[in-house]
């Protein structure tokens, strides 16, 4: 068994989140290949019984490269097992995730991929005040500190609401799938 876990990142979240997910099915017992998507060419899917596919979410979008990965893939990808996953603001509160869910996993899975993805990974994401942005993130990171504030959260340091147990145990149903 072997599987390839494809990552678009914009600040490192979703690259933090793609290696752990490749950690925890490595130690399962599968080959795993780490890939950002920015440094894929053309990529020979065949060998890969398991494509795990993820990305970022900034400004209400995934990466250009990760999407442009699934959509250059679609035809292939239709005969593998694969799973998506995000990074994301929507959730990190639960009564945004449905919207998240539909937004950045389900629509993107419709208008991507040939077959339902076999797993969806929603998950949270880091705010940090550190972080560089053009200039539609700053407008945006505004609202969010707003927020926060209004939450009592100190926006004056960093953030980080992955849940890293509820990633390990995705990423180790992902290996179970390959093992069954």
Request: hydrophobic fraction near 40%; aromatic fraction near 8%.
């Amino acid at each position: 068994m072997k599987a390839l876990v494809v990552y678009g990142t914009r600040y490192g979240t979703a690259t933090e989140i793609a290696e752990e997910i490749t950690r925890v099915i490595e130690e399962e017992g599968i080959e795993v290949d780490l890939a950002d998507a920015r440094r894929l060419k053309d990529c020979d899917l065949t060998p890969y019984d398991l494509v795990v596919a993820g990305s970022g979410i900034k400004i209400g979008k995934w990466t250009k490269k990760s999407l442009k990965f699934l959509q250059d893939n679609k035809k292939v990808l239709a005969r593998k097992k694969v799973a998506i996953f995000v990074t994301c603001g929507a959730a990190n509160e639960e009564e945004n995730r449905a919207e998240g869910q539909e937004k950045y996993l389900d629509e993107v899975a419709k208008k991507n991929l040939i077959n339902e993805p076999v797993a969806t990974g929603l998950f949270g994401s880091v705010y940090d005040p550190e972080a560089n942005g053009g200039m539609m993130y700053k407008f945006t990171m505004r609202f969010i500190k707003k927020d926060l504030e209004k939450k009592g959260i100190d926006t004056s340091k960093r953030l980080d609401y992955r849940d890293w147990d509820e990633i390990r145990a995705w990423a180790r149903n992902l290996a179970d799938m390959l093992n069954e």
